[in-house]
């Protein structure tokens, strides 16, 4: 039983700091925190903020320094690239037939031209 207690101890995850808001990111640039302790602070968190125009305008309007609203849109866009790669990873990976560069279609395969998988 202590064995199984210090196992599930042992595999908790270490949770970084809580991100910071939108507000946050203002009130540190208002106080005169300097950028790269902004952005370290958004990295540390591993936050992704999904910004409209409007939004990013806002932050600059507001006082954010640009590198920090140029960090914020960049993580967004490398978190899409991210997704979208694993979703086409997925399709084109483990799904699509093996068989598919080696073996040409014939028109005397199961009916007109079709394969048996489709």
């Known amino acids: 039983m202590i064995f199984f207690t210090l196992m599930l101890g042992a595999c908790a995850t270490v949770q970084g700091p809580p991100p910071p808001s939108q507000e946050d990111i203002v009130a540190l640039a208002r106080a005169g925190a300097p950028a790269q302790d902004i952005i370290r602070r958004i990295r540390e968190s591993g936050a992704v ?9 806002r932050l600059r309007e507001q006082g954010v320094p640009d590198e920090v609203i140029d960090y914020m849109q960049r993580t967004y866009i490398e978190e899409a690239r991210r997704e979208e790669a694993m979703r086409q990873s997925f399709f084109y990976g483990p799904m699509f037939p093996p068989y598919y560069p080696y073996y040409p279609y014939y028109p005397y395969w199961y009916g007109p031209g079709r394969p048996p998988w489709w």
Do not use: H
């Open 49 to 57: 903020y999904p910004l409209t125009a409007s939004q990013l305008a």
